[in-house]
């Protein structure tokens, strides 16, 4: 609900059950593909691990 100052308007848009699934799926994509990056080693440390 958006509240101005003369009225209460509604969005154009309803939120469902089914587009709150579908955004708890995406969020939870996200969060495992920045997981997936903060562990990632760095160069220098992929560097050393090849010549030994």
Do not use: C, F, W
């Amino acid at each position: 609900m958006i509240v101005s100052n003369d009225s209460i308007m509604k969005p154009p848009y309803d939120i469902t059950s089914n587009i709150l699934q579908l955004l708890t799926a995406i969020s939870e994509q996200i969060g495992e593909v920045k997981a997936v990056h903060l562990h990632r080693p760095s160069r220098l440390t992929r560097y050393r691990r090849v010549k030994k």
